[in-house]
């Protein structure tokens, strides 16, 4: 695989010339001090021991951020009269859909980068990085050893999202939030990479890979657990805590894209069965239904109280493959109104729809747009990626009228609709485009610390919960007043 990557390094050591150095880079700032919380003196880290890999994805809005942070890392450095550091976009690094999970990109960067290097740092692309503090959180720590760097994350109950790890005592596992960065040491990396060749992840599926990568770093405790590290933060960018002690924080505001997408460029395709009319529809109605302009309900039996749509196929107790691609079908048809997007979500899938409408605008509708929560089947043995359905799957027209164009199918009715719809748009070379505010489980399935950055767009299960409460607490914004009808 090492021979298909692009090595891209070179092309990312820009010339002072070519760049606007940015203010308030000293090389003092990147002189540690000398205290010994692990046993070492503290020394002095050259930005040119740190490889960063930005967490990028391919999708023209997703690229464009993660170039803004390259950029802002190289001038940095270039400002403090540093060497450019090797500065990595993941989507650029190889044709391997399964980059993203980490894993199988282990052993390029090991032979590539292992022998020059002393750490790598994994960050997102809305991480911001103050490169001093982060050599000198990093100066702390002797790089000949085998270290996992993070900010920690803890469940606090076992989540089906986790497999239930560690279900007597889940807080006793810590898992590094990636958003505020985080780092291997290279004897690690270099451990980890020839493990990954021996003994790959024996499980089929990506769901959460923060935490599968710490588990599988760990090994059952034959490997190192995750280091908390102060300086890496998820803190707003400019806060006051940022300013004053974080070497990472997050640069975003929500949705930093404009203008929402309109109410009536989105519909909304309800997946629902006739056992649910009555217990999941209206718990549809009292939430987040009067946020839809356009709405449509689909079932085995066409319910006028609804009402419900039937698509003339029959229900079936798992996968729904073929009922999903009669939505898409109809989403095309004359028989709905003409939107640039579509939203398909099960009838206990709890969503703000304006936040979504906010998420959108930072896409093109013109192009193949498949966006939600990425999960991944085989990825280490080029399989595919794919958007969960329970926390809802949005796709452009684009992507749909590409997808039916293609002739790709259900092989069953109650096949996985989902991984079906990834296998096909994987084909297409569509890519399963990620946002970590679509959730496919309940808010009590995720750390607390993860969600409190979060402004999350969607939640799955009435399982156990109050739905109503749960919307109201999580997803509900106020709506304007409706206008008397003499004003419409």
């Known amino acids: 695989m090492a021979g298909n990557r692009r090595h891209v390094a070179g092309l990312l050591l820009l010339s002072l010339g070519q760049m606007v150095l940015a203010a308030g880079g000293s090389k003092e700032a990147y002189q540690s001090d000398k205290e010994k919380p692990h046993g070492i003196s503290a020394r002095q880290l050259g930005v040119e021991e740190v490889v960063f890999v930005i967490q990028s994805q391919s999708n023209s809005f997703h690229a464009g951020q993660a170039h803004k942070r390259r950029e802002d890392l190289l001038r940095q450095a270039l400002a403090a009269s540093q060497k450019a550091p090797v500065v990595l976009l993941l989507h650029t690094l190889s044709d391997n859909e399964g980059d993203w999970s980490i894993l199988p990109l282990l052993p390029y960067l090991s032979s590539t980068f292992g022998k020059n290097s002393s750490w790598m740092l994994f960050l997102e692309e809305d991480t911001h990085v103050e490169v001093g503090r982060l050599l000198g959180a990093l100066a702390h720590f002797d790089h000949q050893k085998e270290w996992f760097l993070g900010k920690p994350l803890r469940d606090h109950e076992s989540t089906i999202i986790h497999h239930y790890a560690f279900a007597?005592?889940?807080s006793v596992f810590a898992y590094p939030d990636f958003s505020a960065a985080w780092a291997?040491?290279?004897p690690l990396l270099v451990r980890l990479a020839d493990k990954v060749q021996q003994r790959p992840p024996e499980s089929d599926f990506t769901i959460d890979l923060k935490h599968e990568v710490a588990l599988y770093i760990w090994d059952k405790g034959a490997g190192p657990r995750l280091t908390g590290v102060p300086q890496l933060c998820t803190e707003p960018e400019g806060s006051p805590r940022a300013l004053g002690a974080c070497a990472t924080a997050l640069r975003r505001p929500p949705f930093p894209c404009g203008e929402p997408v309109k109410k009536e460029d989105l519909f909304v395709a309800v997946k629902t069965c006739r056992k649910f009319h009555v217990e999941r529809v209206p718990v549809i109605k009292k939430t987040w239904e009067p946020d839809a302009a356009?709405?449509?309900?689909?079932?085995?039996?066409?319910?006028?109280?609804v009402p419900t749509v039937d698509l003339g196929v029959p229900n079936t107790e798992r996968g729904h493959c073929g009922k999903t691609f009669a939505i898409l079908q109809r989403f095309l048809s004359g028989d709905v109104p003409d939107t640039q997007w579509l939203l398909i979500v099960d009838d206990d899938t709890l969503i703000s729809l304006p936040r979504l409408r906010r998420?959108?605008?930072c896409y093109r509708a013109s192009e193949a747009v498949y966006l939600g929560e990425r999960y991944g089947y085989g990825l280490g043995q080029g399989g595919y990626s794919y958007i969960t359905g329970g926390g809802g799957m949005a796709f452009s027209r684009e992507a749909v009228t590409r997808l039916l164009a293609s002739g790709c199918k259900c092989y069953s009715d109650d096949a996985p609709d989902d991984m079906v719809l990834g296998m096909c748009l994987n084909a297409l070379r569509i890519p399963?485009?990620?946002?970590?505010?679509?959730h496919q489980a309940r808010p009590e399935d995720y750390a607390a610390d993860l969600l409190a950055h979060q402004l999350p767009i969607?939640?799955?299960?009435?399982?156990n919960v109050d739905p109503v409460a749960l919307f109201d607490k999580w997803l509900r914004e106020?709506?304007?007043?409706a206008l008397p009808?003499?004003?419409l």
């Open 168 to 170: 007597e005592k889940p």
């Open 184 to 186: 291997l040491s290279v």
């Open 294 to 305: 356009h709405v449509e309900y689909y079932s085995d039996y066409a319910d006028p109280s």
């Open 359 to 361: 998420l959108l605008s």
């Open 432 to 438: 399963a485009t990620h946002s970590p505010l679509f």
């Open 458 to 463: 969607s939640f799955h299960k009435h399982w």
């Open 478 to 481: 106020e709506r304007p007043p």
């Open 485 to 487: 009808k003499s004003e």
